[in-house]
Every structure is written in structure tokens, then in C-alpha cells.
T-cell receptor, first 114, second 112 residues
Framework: GAGVSQSPSNKVTEKGKDVELRCDPI?????LYWYRQSLGQGLEFLIY????????KSGLPSDRFSAERTGGSVSTLTIQRTQQEDSAVYLC????????????FGPGTRLTVL | EDQVTQSPEALRLQEGESSSLNCSYT??????LFWYRQDPGKGPEFLFT???AGEEKEKERLKATLTKKESFLHITAPKPEDSATYLC?????????????FGSGTRLLVRP
């Protein structure tokens, strides 16, 4: 596609449920990033993929968070046993290769945990 | 600790009133400094990358500059459509993941 797409755009879930967030990067982009933007806070890094491997998972806040990428393209961020503090906008970005290239962001998924 | 600080948090301007947004950074080594624009309900939109002190880049009414400690985003004769949150981010020299470290942003409102 022309840009990074994410689905769903909005997700409301109950505390304790699992959720899956999807990211479709720009075709051909090998690097993929997940960030989280909480109300009143800046974007914080979660995880980085180069191809299908994740050499940097240092931003994942707990072991309830995991992510995978298949075929060097689509990525899924999974949050298990959601908590209210997980409520945020989850943003995905891709770039043509790791390095100094700019990252292009998707529209985000707004997650609300009740 | 690597840190990015943006000021002011919010800025209100009249249409045509030029001003500057500040991004100061304290990092172990800078690989690049990035400016993004974010509209409500949307993802950040890339504006500029600056790599070394003294570098400047321009796009329409926006001009970004970089020193060894800070970056400025100058807005000349702004229009209401320039209203958005402007985000500054740095990429660290020794970080092989090339992830971005963001400031908390400046919310700009330009009134007609």
C-alpha cells in the first residue's frame, strides 16, 4: 500500500482480556517499529524488527507484551491479560532499512481497557 | 541518561505571527535529530532530519536548525492549518536498532 496501515483503529476491551494489534508496513520496508503514546506523554519505543527478527525488545513494559513479524511484512503486537494502564495509542512505523532513514508512521490503534 | 526536552508545551499564535519551537537534547552521541508533525487522531508525519550542528532544512513555512545542544523549528507567518503537535526525536549514535527517542511535543494553535 501507499503507507503504513494499522488495524483495528480502535479497540475497547475488558481488563484481563488478550488483544492483538496489526501493522502492515510500507511494501519493501525491512525495519519495523512499535511505539506507544499514552495520554499526556510522548511516544515510547516498544520493539524493533529487522526482517522477521527482533534484535531490540528493550521497550516492552512487561512479559504480557509480545510481538511477531512474518514474511518480513505484517507484524502483530499481542497484549495478554490487559490492564487499565495499557490504555494508549499504539503506533507502528517502518523504514526502508535500518540506519538514518526516516520512519513512516501508521495512524495508530487506540486501545481502551475498561 | 539520554533525554529530549521540548518547549514550550503549548503555543498560541495569531495567523502571521512568526515564532520558534525548541528541542534540547542530552545524549551520549547523536546520529540524527528528527522533526515530526502530528494531527489529532493521526500518526506522526515526517518533516525533517538534521545530522550535524549548523545544518538547516526548510519546507514551506518551516525551517529547522541544529546546534550541538538543541534544535529549533522556526515557523514563519503561520497559517491556521499549521496547528498541530510538533514532535522532536533523536536517534542515538551507538544504538544499532536506530529507534527514536521522542520529546513530549509542542502543541501549536494558530488562530485566524
Amino acid at each position: 500500500g501507499a503507507g503504513v496501515s494499522q488495524s483495528p483503529s480502535n479497540k475497547v476491551t475488558e481488563k484481563g482480556k488478550d488483544v492483538e494489534l496489526r501493522c502492515d508496513p510500507i511494501s519493501g520496508h525491512t525495519a519495523l517499529y512499535w511505539y506507544r503514546q499514552s495520554l499526556g506523554q510522548g511516544l515510547e519505543f516498544l520493539i524493533y524488527f529487522q526482517g522477521n527478527s527482533a534484535p531490540d525488545k528493550s521497550g516492552l513494559p512487561s512479559d504480557r507484551f509480545s510481538a511477531e513479524r512474518t514474511g518480513g511484512s505484517v507484524s502483530t503486537l499481542t497484549i495478554q491479560r490487559t490492564q487499565q494502564e495499557d490504555s494508549a495509542v499504539y503506533l507502528c512505523a517502518s523504514s526502508s532499512r535500518s540506519g538514518n532513514n526516516e520512519q513512516f508512521f501508521g495512524p495508530g490503534t487506540r486501545l481502551t481497557v475498561l | 541518561e539520554d533525554q529530549v526536552t521540548q518547549s514550550p508545551e503549548a503555543l498560541r499564535l495569531q495567523e502571521g505571527e512568526s515564532s520558534s519551537l525548541n528541542c534540547s537534547y542530552t545524549v551520549s552521541g547523536l546520529r540524527g535529530l528528527f522533526w515530526y508533525r502530528q494531527d489529532p487522531g493521526k500518526g506522526p508525519e515526517f518533516l525533517f532530519t538534521l545530522y550535524s550542528a549548523g545544518e538547516e532544512k526548510e519546507k514551506e513555512r518551516l525551517k529547522a536548525t541544529l546546534t550541538k545542544k538543541e534544535s529549533f523549528l522556526h515557523i514563519t507567518a503561520p497559517k491556521p492549518e499549521d496547528s498541530a503537535t510538533y514532535l522532536c526525536a533523536v536517534r542515538l549514535l551507538m544504538d544499532s536498532s536506530y529507534k527514536l527517542i521522542f520529546g513530549s511535543g509542542t502543541r501549536l494553535l494558530v488562530r485566524p
